[in-house]
């Protein structure tokens, strides 16, 4: 069973201060991750510019994708919480309003960055979330985008529980339901997308039961906490639940910037 996060201490804390860590470029970053048990290596996903590792707290900072020549546009970043070794991008930027930059699928890597290769989704324009079993690097969920115009067979949320090797649809809401949140808190998987929707799985994705949110902005990211769960959206949507069972808070402040992350 996964313990409870221990309590924030706030004076502990109140020292601390937001600082730039680099790189120092234009643009903005499409995905970051960090390393459980590692604290100076992260990795960071570029709309147009692959993957980026630092292993010193972002003093530096290295392109470890360039091989990868199909492709340069990222969406999401995950690092198996079990093996710092394993790493899986999803390609192609979610958020189009200047632009848009297809990916193609999904890539792994099992020897912390150093090669890559592709697992599957080639025909996917954009994958917005990851998240990987706690114990078991090879059983991976993901928020598939489709294709961005019109209807698409890989739209949804698929599972695989052989590293990649082969994917199967998990039938949440719907087949082609866009989904762009995706985490697991106390052994359930969450998902969440449009308009507020919210649904969680006890068994591993086979059977999933709503979860009841007063909003209808779109909920575009999903983290555990604890045992419970926190997320985030548009039109500066917040949202928590505290524990399995317990009933959504929601916190809705429209002047806010739209929050993505």
Do not use: C, H
């Not at 643009?27 to 390393?35: C, L, P």
């Not at 492709?71 to 309003?97: F, H, L």
Request: proline content about 6%; cysteine-free; glycine content about 16%.
């Amino acid at each position: 069973l996964l313990r409870a996060a221990p309590p924030i201490v706030s004076n502990a804390i109140s020292g601390l201060v937001w600082r730039n860590i680099g790189p120092f470029r234009a643009g903005r970053v499409s995905a970051v991750t960090g390393v459980v048990g590692d604290a100076g290596t992260f990795y960071m996903g570029l709309p147009l510019g692959g993957v980026w590792k630092t292993t010193s707290a972002g003093r530096t900072w290295y392109p470890v994708f360039d091989d990868v020549k199909e492709a340069s546009s990222v969406g999401s970043i995950e690092v198996a919480p079990s093996d710092p070794n394993v790493i899986y991008v999803g390609m192609g930027d979610m958020i189009t309003g200047g632009g848009i930059n297809e990916g193609n699928g999904m890539y792994k890597s099992t020897d912390a960055g150093k090669t890559w290769a592709n697992v599957g989704f080639k025909n996917v324009d954009a994958i917005s979330k990851i998240r990987i079993n706690p114990k078991n690097p090879d059983i991976v969920y993901v928020a598939a985008f489709g294709q961005y115009y019109g209807p698409s067979e890989e739209r949804g949320v698929f599972k695989s529980t052989d590293g990649g090797a082969n994917w199967s649809y998990l039938t949440t809401g719907g087949k082609g339901s866009l989904w762009s949140g995706v985490a697991m808190p106390d052994g359930r998987i969450v998902v969440g997308g449009l308009l507020g929707s919210l649904f969680q799985s006890s068994d591993g994705g086979a059977t999933w039961q709503p979860l009841k949110a007063e909003t209808k902005s779109s909920i575009t990211s999903l983290v555990a906490s604890g045992g419970g769960l926190m997320g985030v959206g548009l039109n500066g949507l917040m949202l928590r639940q505290r524990a399995p069972g317990a009933s959504v808070e929601v916190s809705q402040r429209p002047d806010r910037v739209p929050l993505t992350a």
